[in-house]
């Protein structure tokens, strides 16, 4: 008999995410994912992002399209095709829901733009640091794998921060999609297994000071180095996770954040 006795292919899995699975595939679908824990995390993780796109966007496409973007408008007016054809694409963005990407457009700046890089960063935290078996896809042990893995997907040259002198070991890291495309994910734990996450992703945001931030019970540091932004999260106090972001940072070369990997 073969591991697989019944497909179920990664558009099945979306699909059921996004509810559009057939009625007949829904129960084996559930019954992959219940004995398939690494399809049944990557499951949970998009609906986690799909659940945050919709409490954050939702309102946005019920919104009416601003009278800049109507289309009979702008043809009285007798604006350039180019111009009609813009507006026709964001009005279609509107009108589907999709304009939250649409705003976040190709850099995750913007108004508050960052804000969305850092609540991308902090979900992700909430995500995985609660998982017992699953919580990377490579373990500390493999730390140079790791790192060089991720530097190559990321497109410049990471570290993962050496944080024992405050209780940390590093759990492993993970690649994640981010608002400017791949991501990198460290995570590190302490003796009473309190964890600490680290994402970093590309940004055309300006240079900034470490700064924090604040959902729910988890909290962030968050910093731009030159074309790199990193957010530091944890559920520590303020003063214990300024700690292990100052650490971090520390042990972040500067130098290495404005050029791309050299490999």
């Given at each position: 008999?073969?591991?697989?006795?019944?497909?179920?292919?990664?558009?099945?899995?979306?699909?059921?995410?996004?509810?559009?699975?057939?009625?007949?595939?829904?129960?084996?679908?559930?019954?992959?994912?219940?004995?398939?824990?690494?399809?049944?995390?990557?499951?949970?993780?998009?609906?986690?992002?799909?659940?945050?796109?919709?409490?954050?966007?939702?309102?946005?496409?019920?919104?009416?399209?601003?009278?800049?973007?109507?289309?009979?408008?702008?043809?009285?007016?007798?604006?350039?095709?180019?111009?009609?054809?813009?507006?026709?694409?964001?009005?279609?963005?509107?009108?589907?829901?999709?304009?939250?990407?649409?705003?976040?457009?190709?850099t995750g700046v913007g108004?508050?733009?960052?804000?969305?890089?850092?609540?991308?960063?902090?979900?992700?935290?909430?995500?995985?640091?609660?998982?017992?078996?699953?919580?990377?896809?490579?373990?500390?042990?493999?730390?140079?794998?790791?790192?060089?893995?991720?530097?190559?997907?990321?497109?410049?040259?990471?570290?993962?921060?050496?944080?024992?002198?405050?209780?940390?070991?590093l759990v492993g890291g993970?690649?994640?999609?981010?608002?400017?495309?791949?991501?990198?994910?460290?995570?590190?734990?302490?003796?009473s297994g309190e964890r600490?996450?680290?994402?970093?992703?590309?940004?055309?945001?300006?240079?900034?000071?470490?700064?924090?931030?604040?959902?729910?019970?988890?909290?962030?540091?968050?910093?731009?180095?030159?074309?790199?932004?990193?957010?530091?999260?944890?559920?520590?106090?303020?003063?214990?996770?300024?700690?292990?972001?100052?650490?971090?940072?520390?042990?972040?070369?500067?130098?290495?954040?404005?050029?791309?990997?050299?490999?």
């Amino acid at each position: 008999m073969s591991e697989r006795p019944l497909s179920v292919t990664e558009d099945e899995l979306h699909a059921y995410v996004d509810g559009e699975l057939p009625a007949d595939r829904r129960s084996a679908v559930e019954a992959w994912l219940a004995s398939h824990q690494d399809d049944a995390t990557r499951v949970a993780a998009w609906r986690a992002q799909a659940e945050a796109i919709h409490a954050r966007y939702d309102a946005i496409a019920s919104e009416p399209i601003p009278a800049r973007l109507d289309l009979d408008r702008l043809t009285r007016q007798r604006r350039s095709w180019k111009t009609v054809a813009t507006a026709a694409a964001v009005a279609a963005f509107v009108a589907g829901g999709a304009a939250g990407w649409f705003l976040r457009g190709a850099t995750g700046v913007g108004p508050n733009g960052f804000e969305i890089f850092t609540t991308d960063a902090i979900d992700a935290h909430k995500l995985y640091a609660v998982e017992v078996r699953h919580p990377v896809e490579v373990p500390g042990s493999e730390a140079d794998h790791l790192v060089q893995w991720l530097s190559k997907r990321v497109g410049y040259e990471l570290r993962a921060p050496d944080l024992k002198r405050l209780g940390l070991k590093l759990v492993g890291g993970r690649l994640l999609p981010g608002p400017t495309g791949a991501a990198a994910f460290f995570m590190y734990e302490n003796a009473s297994g309190e964890r600490f996450t680290i994402y970093s992703a590309r940004s055309n945001a300006p240079d900034t000071a470490m700064r924090y931030n604040v959902s729910g019970k988890c909290s962030a540091f968050y910093w731009v180095d030159g074309d790199v932004a990193y957010v530091v999260s944890g559920q520590a106090e303020r003063d214990e996770l300024s700690k292990v972001a100052t650490a971090a940072y520390e042990q972040f070369d500067p130098r290495t954040s404005r050029k791309g990997s050299s490999s």
